[in-house]
T-cell receptor, first 113, second 115 residues
Framework: EDQVTQSPEALRLQEGESSSLNCSYTVSGLRGLFWYRQDPGKGPEFLFTLYSAGEEKEKERLKATLTKKESFLHITAPKPEDSATYLCAVQAGVDTGRRALTFGSGTRLQVQP | DAGVIQSPRHEVTEMGQEVTLRCKPISGHNSLFWYRQTMMRGLELLIYFNNNVPIDDSGMPEDRFSAKMPNASFSTLKIQPSEPRDSAVYFC?????????????FGPGTRLLVL
């Protein structure tokens, strides 16, 4: 069974204080690992897709990296508007064609001014 | 460019009533997914369609739930009869499946409360 574990559950940072969020996964045949941002009362907003170990992607203050067992979302010099819940998800089943995303429980990030 | 559209955004109903949730995927996308989000279980897939055909409904809780996709631009998720444990946020997502992979884009969700 595919599993995604995110840590920490909650993180409070001061504006400008860089940190990393962790996503550990076990999956049979990884098709892709996805990062989403979810604001209260809204749907998940797509951030990144990573397909293979060693891959990195960046967008503004966010950088996502991938190894064979985990992914990190690095937040550099965060601002209050980066406050949100960050969700990690895997799409497994390279050999089976399964397309459901398996989500972690998320990391609630609060950035204080 | 319009994203995934869901209606209604909020629904309050009484136990035993029929509830219908609606979704319009992003134009040009060929796959549509229904997810449910609760505090206890997080986001879970209920069912997905590829080219309007249901492919995997293993996440549908029970026979009270049904989903249809009559055309490429519309899908419904129906709960009949509804129960308090169905209270959750229901998301629709769509994607364009390509050889290199796909990204699922989510709608704003429908918040369902069954009293």
């Amino acid at each position: 069974e595919d599993q995604v574990t995110q840590s920490p559950e909650a993180l409070r940072l001061q504006e400008g204080e860089s940190s990393s969020l962790n996503c550990s996964y076990t999956v049979s045949g990884l098709r892709g690992l996805f990062w989403y941002r979810q604001d209260p009362g809204k749907g998940p907003e797509f951030l990144f897709t990573l397909y293979s170990a060693g891959e990195e992607k960046e967008k503004e203050r966010l950088k996502a990296t991938l190894t064979k067992k985990e992914s990190f979302l690095h937040i550099t010099a965060p601002k209050p508007e980066d406050s949100a819940t960050y969700l990690c998800a895997v799409q497994a089943g390279v050999d089976t064609g399964r397309r459901a995303l398996t989500f972690g429980s998320g990391t609630r990030l609060q950035v204080q001014p | 460019d319009a994203g995934v559209i869901q209606s209604p955004r909020h629904e309050v109903t009484e136990m035993g009533q029929e509830v219908t949730l609606r979704c319009k995927p992003i134009s040009g996308h060929n796959s549509l997914f229904w997810y449910r989000q609760t505090m206890m279980r997080g986001l879970e897939l209920l069912i997905y369609f590829n080219n309007n055909v249901p492919i995997d409904d293993s996440g549908m809780p029970e026979d009270r739930f049904s989903a249809k996709m009559p055309n490429a631009s519309f899908s419904t998720l129906k709960i009949q009869p509804s129960e308090p444990r169905d209270s959750a946020v229901y998301f629709c997502a769509s994607s364009l499946r390509l050889a290199g992979g796909e990204t699922q884009y989510f709608g704003p969700g429908t918040r369902l409360l069954v009293l």
